[in-house]
């Protein structure tokens, strides 16, 4: 039995007749004889008494109707979620992305369910480096990365230009100064992140060009706890702007430009090249597109 069929019989049960049922569905009565007997013929029962044109059910007829009725139910209930999941009222957005990443994730995110309330959304902490394969994997929807992916699988928009900070404590010595150059840091004692990035070998490569003597005899596993650590006063540190911003503006800690470490970092949302975005993941992208547009730098909407 089909939903077509079901539809038929309940429209006779509930006008009382064939022919009426034929009117309301904008049929012939034939026609609709003919649907019931194929329905009757698959089920190996009569379903309404003869003469059928009556409507009078059979006892399969009435053990039927409250099934039918449900079926019914549950397309109009299954029409109305997807029609919500179009119209971005419901549905789920899966994002990967890492301590630092997310951060960026956090105004636009605000934006986003503000406008969708009803979309359910995950942010899945993970390492950079398996970001990409979470993607394509279909585990997340999207994922947020520093890096260009090379998965042919995979696009790209860049949505945040970063740089790397460097900052120090507000008591200590280079707090005063408005920059300094790479040459000067050869004794200072930098807390570093002890997870390796290509940042860090970007830094590690500048300090060994410009020959000077790099110690990182403290690591930490978060930055946040970098950041607290330089902040009482135990050495200093190269982090990612938009993690230090709040110190910054709060007087926590300083920044001090070094021309020669003035790296950029670019944060990507990356995506499946394959097959449609879901409306929920659409939505997203423009909200995302509408942010850059109104805040502006670092912000940006770039596809690649």
Known sequence: MDIHQLETFLAVVEQGSFSGAAKALGRTQPAVSQVIARLEDEIGQRLFERPARRGGMTDAGKALVEYAKRLMTVREQAKVALEDVR?????????????L??????????????????????VQRSLASRVPA???????????????????????????RDELVFVVPPTHPLARRTGVSITTLGSESFVAHHVASPYRDRVVDAFR?????????????????????????????????????????????????????????????????E?????????????????????GAPYSFSLE
Request: glycine letters at 6%; a neutral charge.
């Open 101 to 122: 990443t997310c951060l960026y994730l956090l105004p636009v995110l605000d934006q986003f369910r503000r406008l969708y309330p009803g979309v359910s959304v995950t």
């Open 275 to 295: 097959g449609d975005l879901s409306h929920a993941v659409q939505a997203f992208l423009a909200v995302a597109e509408h942010h850059a547009t109104e805040v």
């Open 134 to 160: 979470s993607v394509l994997d279909y585990a997340v929807d999207l994922g947020v990365i520093t890096y260009r992916p090379l998965e042919p699988g995979l696009k790209s928009v860049v949505v945040y």
């Open 209 to 273: 060009r410009h020959r000077v003597t790099l110690q990182m005899p403290i690591e930490m596993p978060t930055i946040d706890a970098i950041k607290r650590f330089v902040a009482l006063g135990h050495g200093v540190a190269l982090l990612p702007g938009i993690s230090v911003e709040d110190e910054i503006r709060r007087g926590e800690l300083v920044r001090v430009p070094v021309p020669e470490l003035a790296l950029e970092r670019q944060l990507r949302l990356v995506m499946r090249r």
């Open 87 to 99: 119209a971005v009222r419901a549905g789920r957005l899966a994002v990967a992305a890492n301590e």
